[in-house]
């Protein structure tokens, strides 16, 4: 069996001898690799180069044995595609290059031409799919409209995310307009990834935690439903939302393949509360990867047998790998992994 063919199936709910591994996020900080492209061009250079993000996608898969890629490139080149861009701020952080505040704004948004727009990731995505050569996954991604929505909003990264949470419970239509935008956007730029051969998509849905529960699905949920329902049928999607565990049995009625579950809930009680036909991925703690391999191992042993004997694992961290992870720990996590039985 292919590391692909292996992915599928646990994507599938199949019984497999060992989960199959990747991790979010895997270009990094972390890799000397990385910081020597880093050092070069900077990361929107990179993200809009298609050999430079190929290239970026590929480093992780050549140092371990990981049985997916996920395309290096960032949730926020849909809003930038719509008609808002954005940089990095010196200080840390996103600066989006206006804040979203007026009706007149919000209609200049245009969704007409995003797969031109984003044409770069369908080029990145074909000539990561000619080096895989079937033999590995690969996966796409997006941001959901929600999360994607909170940058465009609040005009960046934000502490408190006061003026999204204000603009869902104040004005409505204003909100639905612009989640409907968000929606069709992605829809697109999925489709297109598909077209360039993905295997599987993920939605990350990163600020799902900051509203309310009984809010999720109208803010989030809803959306996110609505852009898997226009993908292929049983087209693999992976659907992550951070700090909503009471999302969860709502999620995997979603028509996702897959929940890709946080560090902060038992995966082993997400298997018995969530549909069987529903695969799991996740959910070691990120920040264990900046420890030392003898505790990487300790965990990543107790997260398996936490799910021996459950179908449709993807193991995987919680979150993104953190910039100060160790080469070494995720050396350990990797051998963890593939010769566990």
Not at 71 to 88: C, H, M, N, R, T
Not at 107 to 118: A, E, I, K, N, S
Not at 320 to 328: L, Q, R, W, Y
């Amino acid at each position: 069996m292919t590391s692909r063919e292996r992915f599928l199936s646990a994507c599938a709910c199949a019984p497999l001898d060992r989960p199959p591994i990747w991790v979010m996020r895997q270009a990094g900080r972390y890799l000397p690799e990385y910081r020597a492209l880093k050092a070069k061009s900077s990361f929107l250079e990179m993200v809009k180069t298609p050999e430079l993000a190929a290239e970026v996608t590929l480093q992780p898969l050549r140092r371990f044995e990981l049985d997916a890629a996920i395309i290096f490139s960032d949730i926020l080149v849909i809003p930038e595609a719509l008609g808002q861009g954005y940089k990095f701020r010196d200080e840390g952080g996103i600066a989006m290059d206006f804040r979203l505040e007026t009706r007149a704004q919000l209609d200049r948004l245009d969704t007409v031409g995003v797969p031109f727009h984003l044409d770069y990731v369908a080029q990145a995505l074909k000539l990561v799919k000619a080096e895989l050569k079937g033999q590995k996954a690969l996966l796409g991604f997006g941001g959901a409209p929600w999360t994607l929505a909170t940058y465009m909003v609040e005009g960046g990264s934000s502490e408190d995310f006061s003026r999204i949470k204000q603009l869902f419970y104040t004005d409505r239509p204003f909100f639905d307009a612009l989640m409907e935008k968000l929606t069709a956007a992605l829809i697109e730029y999925f489709l297109m990834q598909i077209r360039a051969g993905v295997d599987a998509i993920q939605l990350f849905d990163s600020w799902g935690g900051i509203i309310a529960g009984q809010d999720y699905e109208a803010a989030s949920l809803r959306w996110m439903r609505e852009i898997i329902a226009e993908l292929p049928k049983d087209f693999p999607v992976i659907l992550y939302a951070k700090g909503v565990p009471s999302q969860l049995t709502d999620m995997a009625f979603s028509g996702a393949r897959v929940l890709g579950v946080d560090w902060t809930v038992d995966l082993g009680v997400v298997r018995r509360l969530v549909p069987g036909n529903v695969a799991l991925q996740g959910n070691l703690d990120p920040v264990l990867m900046n420890t030392t391999p003898e505790i990487v191992r300790t965990e990543a042993t107790r997260l398996l047998e936490t799910m021996r004997g459950a179908r449709g694992h993807i193991f995987n961290l919680g979150h993104g790998i953190m910039p100060e992870a160790k080469i070494e720990c995720m050396e350990a996590l990797v051998e963890t992994v593939t010769t566990w039985k």
